[in-house]
């Protein structure tokens, strides 16, 4: 029996080939977050999905929803600024490690302070796939790479407890394997108002020997009775890697949120498109010039 | 014409402003043509900071260096003025400053600060001075002291009419310098002066955005370019915009394309050092075909260069910012009422033609004001977007490659959008044909932004032999040198509008020499002349000292060139 047509499965012509490799981590991600937004009651028209350079990147062009393939590392700006103009969209940001971590680490650290109302995941296989095998900022000690022959010399950065450390207000970590707890972690990040981080294990079979599917169900478990409003009890178990902890870390709904700050909604929600500026007020301003 | 430059200077923090604030309002209020522009250290406090106010009987907008009336707040200034100060120049200074001066100078000693003293308060020095100066133009008294009053109005009704006495006391002291010197200036006043508004370059281009549709501005803080955003921030609540100071440029120059493709209409200011790390986000928006207007107010670099002085050297960089081949819009206004109107249309153009537009100011015209005719405000934007139904396909491979652009949310079809080579849907693509195609597209835009593109303006002899090539701020002072000497058989072209470039090629052939006056050190635009029209200029007026190109300056250099 053929399988039921989802929503947001893309009919176009390219999305039919979807060039990751079989067995990737981002075909479990891309499913998860299709029923996810079908199960929220989201039309595609109401989504837009930014991504950045890398496999995690290629998204949009599978799905069946407004999207935005950017440059390497930029999605957050980008996607801040498109909610900040269209506050009816629900904005979802997506990059690898390498996008989140290494080139846009300027940016995720800011949108955590900006705290905008959108979601950003980000797919985490300790390696830069696209690129081929090169090390990731998430690539364990020891990890022998393409540009890292010897083996990666640092520690593997701790996203987790740096986002909780600067006070992000939803901090979740899944596995792409548990389909229905990630698909319950995604479904809250979209609810939450303000800046919602998950990061989702997902194994790269081809240059990622190390962080295989078997072994994140074997290093990881889930958080249980945790209080994600404990920000110390989170910060504690962020840096609990033996195994890794999954689920939601910390919320903070007190968090100023940017969006609620912005002048146009002051008094109405249309989106900037369907408005026109006030002449009136920009010939006042002119006349407050006439010295 | 009667004009006369007034120079004020003074060290950051000295109150230099309150005196050119109160002055140049009471000149313009009772009808005289008024200029002011500055020069200053990067520093906050100490140094040496001038402005340069010209008073006039008719608009009078080029830039002279000529000082009648020099105002040291500080030891130091008459040193730092040396250059410019001529025999007819007078020194209104404190007893101290005489040594400074010299016995070959003018100096009249003024004791504002005793005077100050008398009246019971140091801080009264700023406006006993503006008084004085205000005497020596014979301007409205009753409008200084109303004036004042107002200023100080929420200081209390004590220290407001204090102040406003203590102007008075120095209307009368200018009085009687100028009995006693027998000094005279003389401007003629003009009626017309009432109904102009006094804008400097900064509010220009604000205004010009807010008038353009402007409704999210994303920036970091760069001099000379933060001028622009703290105007919008400050009219951001009234105006219902979006203003955010973001994490550095990249982020900025990103977060305005996201606006973009979000259904908003994006703003960036920066300078030249910001504007090299937006490079890659004009290439995105160029690949992704995503209005973007830029404003690059320029200094002189290569890095920090000379972070307060002015420059025309980041012509190159606008020109060809971002890798890979994509058509753009560059404008650098003439003065300050283009500053506004090209501002405007660059909003128009970019939405229109889904292309990035660069307004190159720099400096010199950004911290310059005077008084401009009303500009005009529109009565509408077109909103160049359609609304998307389910066949919608972002990138259709049109005719005239301009594909119709949607938003999301707007009809019930979805866009995609792409950095990355794509389909007519925006998904990925490394077909060798579609690659060329959309390519193509993109670059059809370029025939018709060449049929659009603002001409030249041209002034002076129209038999003429020598031809000047000038652009952006330098404008109203290469004209007035060109006027000032057609008898010389002098013209000019002036573009306000550096890319796609108009054709000239008629003009130059014409012309026995052609000399470009540019401020920068190799001739930009010149090269840029060659390259689009295959037309050297081997003569080049080049200044890259961090100062405006001023009319003694032009004379000098021409008439080293044999022209004058």
Redesign the interface.
């Known amino acids: 029996m053929a399988k039921q047509a989802k929503l947001f499965d893309s009919k ?4 039919k080939d979807i060039s990751w490799c079989p067995g990737c981590g981002n075909f479990g991600i891309r499913n998860e977050l299709m029923d996810v937004l079908e199960e929220m009651q989201y039309t ?3 989504i ?1 999905v ?1 991504s950045g ?1 890398g496999q995690a990147g ?1 998204i ?2 599978y799905l ?8 390497h590392g ?1 999605s ?11 506050p ?2 629900e904005v979802i940001a997506v990059g690898g490690d390498g996008d989140m971590f290494a080139e846009g680490g ?2 995720l ?2 949108a955590i302070k ?1 705290n905008p109302n959108i979601t950003v995941i980000v797919h985490n296989n300790q390696v830069y796939g696209l690129t081929k095998g090169q090390g990731s900022p998430t690539s364990m000690t020891g990890m022998k790479t393409t540009t890292q022959p010897w083996g990666v010399y640092d520690e593997p950065m701790n996203s987790i407890a740096m986002l909780i450390s600067q006070g992000c207000s939803f901090v979740a970590r899944a596995f792409v394997g548990h389909k229905d707890e990630t698909k319950e972690i995604i479904k809250n990040a979209i609810l939450h108002k303000g800046f919602s981080y998950v990061e989702i294990f997902q194994p790269c079979v081809t240059f990622n020997k190390i962080n295989t599917y078997m072994w994140y169900k074997n290093n990881t478990y889930f958080l249980h009775e945790h209080d994600v409003t404990d920000k110390e009890q989170a910060m504690i178990k962020a840096f609990e890697k033996d195994p890794y902890p999954l689920g939601i870390f910390y919320i903070n709904k007190e968090k100023p949120c940017f969006d609620n700050h ?3 909604y ?1 008094t109405n929600n249309t ?9 009136d ?3 006042e ?3 407050y ?3 | 014409m009667a004009t006369f430059n007034v120079v004020l200077g003074g060290a950051a923090g000295q109150g230099v402003n309150t005196t050119e604030e109160m002055l140049t309002k009471v000149l313009k209020q009772s009808g005289f043509h008024i200029f002011a522009t500055k020069e200053y250290m990067s520093r906050v406090r100490g140094g040496i900071n001038t402005t340069t106010i010209r008073i006039s009987s008719e608009p009078l907008r080029s830039y002279s260096e000529t000082i009648d009336i020099l105002v040291p707040f500080t030891s130091g200034v008459i040193n730092w003025c040396r250059e410019r100060i001529s025999e007819s120049t007078v020194i209104l200074g404190e007893e101290n400053f005489r040594d400074e001066a010299g016995d070959d100078i003018t100096f009249i000693p003024v004791n504002a600060e005793k005077m100050a003293k008398e009246l019971g308060n140091k801080l009264f020095i700023n406006t006993i001075l503006s008084g004085l100066l205000c005497s020596l133009f014979k301007a409205d008294k009753k409008i200084l002291t109303k004036l004042v009053q107002t200023k100080f109005e929420d200081k209390g009704e004590n220290l407001s009419q204090e102040n406003s006495d203590a102007a008075l006391e120095g209307y009368k002291e200018g009085e009687k310098i100028c009995k006693e010197y027998n000094l005279a200036f003389d401007v003629d006043q003009d009626a017309s002066v009432g109904e102009t508004i006094v804008l400097n370059g900064a509010e220009a281009v604000s205004l010009g955005a807010l008038n353009g549709g402007c409704n999210f501005v994303s920036f970091y803080p760069m001099s000379p370019a933060t001028t622009v955003a703290v105007d919008l921030v400050n009219m951001a609540e009234e105006m219902e915009i979006i203003v955010e100071q973001f994490e550095d440029e990249i982020a900025a120059v990103n977060a305005s394309i996201g606006a973009w493709f979000g259904g908003g209409r994006g703003f960036v200011t920066t300078s030249g050092g910001g504007f090299a790390l937006m490079c890659e986000g004009m290439s995105l928006a160029g690949m992704a075909e995503i209005p973007l207007v830029i404003h690059l107010a320029q200094r002189p670099g290569p890095a920090t260069g000379l972070p307060t002085r002015t420059a025309q050297g980041d012509l190159n960089l606008a020109l060809y910012a971002g890798h890979g081949d994509f058509p753009r819009i560059l404008f650098a206004p003439s003065n300050i009422s283009e500053a506004y109107s090209l501002t405007t249309q660059s909003f128009d153009l970019a939405d229109k033609y889904q292309i990035p537009v660069i307004i190159l100011t720099d400096e010199y015209l950004v911290d310059t004001y005077y008084n401009v005719d009303r500009p005009n405000v529109s009565e509408k934007i077109n909103h160049h977007i359609v609304e998307m139904d389910k066949k919608y396909k972002r990138y259709v491979l049109s005719e005239s490659g301009i594909s119709p652009r949607g938003v999301p949310g707007y009809g019930d079809g979805i866009l995609i959008a792409n950095g990355n080579e794509h389909d007519e849907y925006g998904d990925t693509t490394e077909e060798a044909g579609l690659t060329v195609a959309m390519q193509d597209k993109r670059m059809k835009k370029l025939d018709i932004l060449k049929k659009e593109t603002l001409q030249p303006r041209f002034c002076g002899n129209e038999n003429y032999d020598v031809l000047l090539i000038s652009w952006g701020s330098t404008f109203d002072t290469v004209k007035n040198i060109v006027e000032r000497y057609n008898h010389k058989k002098l013209a000019m072209l002036h573009f306000s509008q550096i890319y796609p470039l108009a054709d000239i090629s008629a003009y130059l052939k014409r012309a026995e020499t052609v000399i470009a006056v540019e401020q920068n050190m190799t001739g930009q635009f010149a090269e840029l002349i060659q390259k689009e029209l295959c037309f050297k200029i081997d003569k080049r007026i080049l200044k890259y000292d961090g100062r405006q190109i001023s009319e003694e300056f032009l004379e000098k250099e021409l008439s080293e060139k044999g022209v004058l």
């Open positions: 176009r012509p390219k999305s595609p028209k109401d837009a930014i350079i290629k949009p062009h069946n929803a407004n999207g935005f393939h950017t440059l930029r957050l700006p980008i996607a801040t600024a498109t909610k900040a103009v269209n009816s969209l300027n940016h650290l800011h900006r912005l002048p146009p002051k989106p900037l498109y369907k408005r026109q500026p006030n002449f007020k920009i010939r301003k002119l006349n010039r006439s010295f």
